[in-house]
């Protein structure tokens, strides 16, 4: 029998509750997928997200020495992060089993750098391009020169991002170039073939074509004015509504357009023959907030006030689209239990009748399709670091809960009635509250990487970095 064909998709920043119109414009083409509402990514950034997501495995971000305050700027701050060698990424595992692996992206968290390239054979990524000068320039000259000026580097970072390197001006690759490269590197009717494509088009800075801009009335220029809004934001000024609807806009503009690109990918991937027995997994590495809890963007630097730290772990961040096509076993269904990105490799090879690799955390969730969700409870944990202090965030269909487990703090939703996450009840259960701990620090010892260990990864890392 012929082997099937699997691409994933993952879109930067794409909050689950934003995702609807993509996913029912995708099923024009696609037929009906399953789809899972309530996703929890692993992380809330791209780099506490993908390495767990790739490997199955927990614990791999949370044990960071340090999380940079601004992560392009120090060359240490980079040894923690990314895929570490004794974990098993998908690919590598579709490889052994004669697929022929294809990689795009152009964000360098997912990069080679970081160890995204193992098990592809080919993996087009944002150190591949011209980025790749311009990112080590960052990286070890301006940046370690950033780090070691004292009271000076302030200025010259400001000056640096505003005039030599402002995102505004210098966004990711759109998602028709990324389509275009990945066309080139598919041969007609191809089997057996397992693709990873992630856009960044919904991620900041807000700025699709201009056809997605002019329906919403704006163009390049009052778009660019409106991004700025996240500047606002970090200086603590106040941002006004109208600013914030033209801002989610963009946001929801920038939507379409990745829909629209999709239709059009695959389209032309039919007229090459691959869509016949095609698996198609669209998801995101974590959502965006628009100040649901005061906090713009995702998690991407230090916040000056530690309980602050707690933002970062909302439902718009951490609650991400999952949606399957192609699974002609199943009937299309929406499923509402709680799953986490842990179980996406053993998932994708279940689909592909691989059997799971050992070190691989999670399980598979095809058999809450059957199930239908049944009367099994499920539950999601993610991890994040945050000013140097490790965050672990419970997620099931009732209880949110955030514990930083240094200090003992904690905040605890009821989200059936409160699904907002409004209103901390931890003081008012604590029952429940004893329960969630003891499955977390159950969960933290068993995933606690010693700072010994950590120490010594790094070192392996500038060592090989040196060697370069
Ligand atoms: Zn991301």
Not at 245 to 266: C, G, H, P, T, W
Request: hydrophobic share 35%; aromatic share 10%; glycine share 6%.
């Amino acid at each position: 029998m012929d082997k099937k064909n699997l691409i994933l998709i993952t879109i930067d920043c794409l909050r689950a509750d934003y995702s609807h119109v993509l996913i029912e414009t995708l099923a024009k083409r696609l037929g009906k997928p399953v789809a899972f509402t309530n996703c929890m990514a692993l992380g809330p950034a791209t780099a506490l997200s993908f390495p767990g997501m790739f490997t199955s495995a927990y614990g791999q971000t949370i044990n960071l020495l340090h999380v940079p305050k601004n992560p392009e700027n120090s060359l240490l701050d980079l040894a923690s992060y990314g895929i570490k060698d004794d974990k098993l990424p998908i690919p590598e595992v579709l490889k052994e089993n004669n697929y022929r692996t294809l990689g795009i992206n152009s964000n360098v968290w997912v990069s080679q750098q970081y160890g995204f390239g193992r098990g592809f054979d080919h993996l087009f990524d944002a150190l591949t391009s011209q980025r790749k000068t311009k990112h080590l320039f960052t990286t070890l000259k301006v940046g370690q020169r950033i780090s070691f000026l004292g009271p000076v580097k302030n200025f010259l970072k400001k000056i640096y991002w505003k005039f030599v390197n402002n995102p505004i001006n210098n966004s990711f690759a759109k998602a028709t170039s990324v389509n275009k490269l990945l066309l080139q590197n598919i041969n007609e009717n191809e089997k057996g073939l397992f693709v990873w494509v992630h856009y960044m088009d919904c991620h900041w800075p807000f700025l699709p074509p201009g056809k997605y801009l002019r329906s919403i009335g704006m163009d390049i220029k009052s778009a660019k004015k409106v991004n700025k809004i996240l500047h606002k934001c970090k200086e603590g000024r106040t941002i006004e509504n109208r600013e914030l609807e033209l801002y989610k806009k963009l946001y929801i503009a920038s939507i379409e357009y990745v829909s629209d690109s999709l239709l059009q990918l695959f389209e032309a991937l039919e007229n090459k023959g691959i869509m016949d027995d095609t698996v198609v997994i669209l998801t995101a590495d974590h959502g965006e907030g628009f100040l649901e809890h005061d906090f713009l963007a995702h998690i991407s630097g230090s916040f000056t006030d530690e309980n602050d730290c707690f933002k970062a772990g909302h439902r718009e961040i951490l609650n991400v689209p999952l949606a399957i096509y192609g699974l002609k076993q199943f009937e299309p269904r929406i499923i509402d239990k709680t799953v986490s990105h842990i179980s996406l490799a053993p998932t994708i090879v279940d689909i592909l009748g691989i059997k799971k690799p050992k070190k691989w955390e999670g399980k598979s969730i095809l058999n809450l399709i059957d199930d239908g969700g049944g009367s099994q409870e499920t539950f999601a944990i993610s991890e994040f670091k945050a000013n140097d202090k490790d965050y672990y965030v419970y997620t099931s269909r009732k209880w949110k809960f955030f514990w930083r487990i240094i200090d003992d703090q904690c905040r605890l939703f009821n989200l059936i009635t409160d699904p907002k996450e409004t209103t901390d009840i931890s003081s008012q259960n604590p029952e429940i509250v004893k329960e969630l701990k003891s499955t977390l620090r159950d969960h933290a010892q068993l995933h606690r990487v010693s700072k010994k260990d950590e120490l010594r990864n790094r070192i392996r890392f500038i060592r090989s970095k040196l060697k370069k």
